[in-house]
């Protein structure tokens, strides 16, 4: 019997762009998601687009009450900056009662909020002025994040800043992936300088406000394994390492920007422009608590034909196929449950210890009515399987005495998951587009309900 610590969070996560729907109505503006959508729909799997998704705007006191019965004792979702100051000034009164009565429901029900503020939903009006690229984004995100804590922080205990600040950073200005999907080293470096100031003025903000409760980052960590021990694989594995998790990870926790990382950027002549006070904002504002997305491994090695200074992240390390590899086909991601291992033994080893939680882990597969019996319920063995595995190696990582506190699976009810529409689905209930958004519950969600009950499988 593998078995988990009593009062550990059992639960599912989500974002508001993913989920509520209702994306230009109810006093809501629009973000980057919703003008590119009515710019460029053809980029949109079959047309799927921000604006409905799974309807949990009309549906959050049904999905609140499945979760209770399911058993999770924690759900993580996102505030809307969008709806919440649709100017970003203006508070926007149905947006208050709405994530009042979301939050209150939870609590009613057992179950805890955990509250991010920023899911890759930057508004629009911002967007108009440069978005992350600019300076005035800190203090636009600052003034969100201090509204948010005035109006629910006798509900919330615990908050997160950003989910995976490095994928809005990647995919919009390195692989053009999402808005404004552009390849600029520069800028991204720029981008990401800003979002790291906009954490620490927001974890500001919510120490001076008194908060009882605590504050961290969710970020999206995949260990990175070189190729070969050459000199230059292991070169790549270092810089990769920088680059996509150290580069949030040690300002976060240990309070400083890794001297390599700004030795390198300084090299090539990528630093960002700064502020004097900035080196003391980080230092002075670490976080709680961190969480944890882990889907997959890097798999790096020398780049091919790099370029110095690099002009996008090719030059810097490539990505190659680990002959061992398995794959999860709908994704063409890397299976790997021994990664998440190495993140609970890096977090105890090279970042105090500091207590955090898996804030996502899960599968993504289409087509899946396949599956279904006759009577209608979705038989994915894969994502159990998926979970087991992962969930063996946290085990694994605790039982050596790292501090995880939590684990969350993507996600509750299959949600909208950006240029992808409904291509994969990942939730613990099916949702009929088709029929209302009807939930049907998977036997993967009937399994975790098994696995709560019992702290373990």
Not at 29 to 52: A, H, I, V
Not at 158 to 185: C, R
Not at 275 to 280: A, E, I, L
Request: hydrophobic share 35%; with cysteine; net charge negative.
């Amino acid at each position: 019997m593998i078995q988990f610590p009593e009062n550990f969070l059992w639960g599912a996560a989500a974002s508001a762009p993913q989920t509520e729907g209702h994306s230009l109505s109810n006093g809501k503006s629009p973000s980057t998601w919703d003008q590119w959508f009515s710019m460029c729909p053809e980029k949109f799997n079959q047309g799927q687009g921000p604006e409905t998704t799974s309807n949990v705007y009309e549906m959050y006191r049904q999905d609140i009450e499945r979760m209770a019965t399911l058993g999770l004792n924690s759900y993580r979702t996102s505030i809307a900056w969008t709806r919440l100051l649709p100017d970003g000034q203006t508070i926007n009164q149905e947006a208050v009662s709405f994530y009042r009565d979301y939050f209150q429901t939870l609590k009613r029900y057992g179950i805890e909020p955990i509250i991010n503020l920023f899911h890759f939903d930057m508004p629009w009006w911002l967007m108009k002025k440069g978005g992350w690229e600019t300076r005035i984004s800190v203090d636009a995100f600052s003034t969100y994040a201090a509204t948010a804590f005035q109006l629910f922080g006798d509900l919330v205990t615990k908050w997160t800043t950003f989910n995976e600040p490095i994928v809005h950073i990647e995919s919009g200005y390195l692989q053009g992936y999402h808005f404004p999907a552009i390849v600029d080293m520069q800028k991204a470096v720029q981008v990401g300088y800003h979002t790291l100031i906009a954490h620490f003025r927001a974890v500001e903000k919510f120490r001076a406000a008194g908060i009882n409760g605590e504050i961290g980052i969710i970020l999206n960590i995949s260990p990175a394994y070189a190729r070969s021990k050459s000199p230059s694989d292991l070169e790549a594995k270092k810089l990769a390492d920088l680059i996509s998790s150290k580069s949030f990870l040690d300002p976060c926790v240990l309070g400083e920007i890794p001297q390599e990382l700004k030795e390198y950027l300084n090299r090539a002549g990528l630093s960002p422009v700064t502020q004097k006070g900035d080196q003391k904002l980080i230092r002075e504002n670490p976080v709680d608590f961190l969480g944890i997305n882990y889907y997959q491994p890097m798999r790096v090695k020398s780049p091919e034909c790099p370029n110095f200074p690099p002009t996008t992240l090719s030059d810097i390390f490539e990505s190659y196929d680990w002959p061992e590899r398995r794959v999860n086909p709908y994704r063409g991601w890397e299976i790997y449950p021994a990664g998440i291992y190495d993140v609970a033994k890096m977090i105890k080893e090279d970042y105090r210890n500091i207590p955090w939680y898996i804030a996502e882990n899960g599968m993504g597969v289409a087509d899946e009515e396949r599956f279904a019996d006759e009577a209608g319920v979705i038989q994915d063995d894969y994502r159990i399987d998926f979970m087991r595995e992962h969930l063996l190696q946290l085990h694994k990582g605790i039982s050596e005495g790292s501090n995880c506190f939590g684990y969350h699976t993507w996600t509750f009810v299959d949600c909208w998951s950006w240029l992808n529409g409904y291509r994969n689905r990942y939730g613990f209930y099916k949702v009929d587009l088709m029929r209302d958004y009807q939930r049907t519950i998977k036997k993967s969600g009937l399994w975790f309900k098994d696995m709560i009950r019992n702290r373990g499988f």
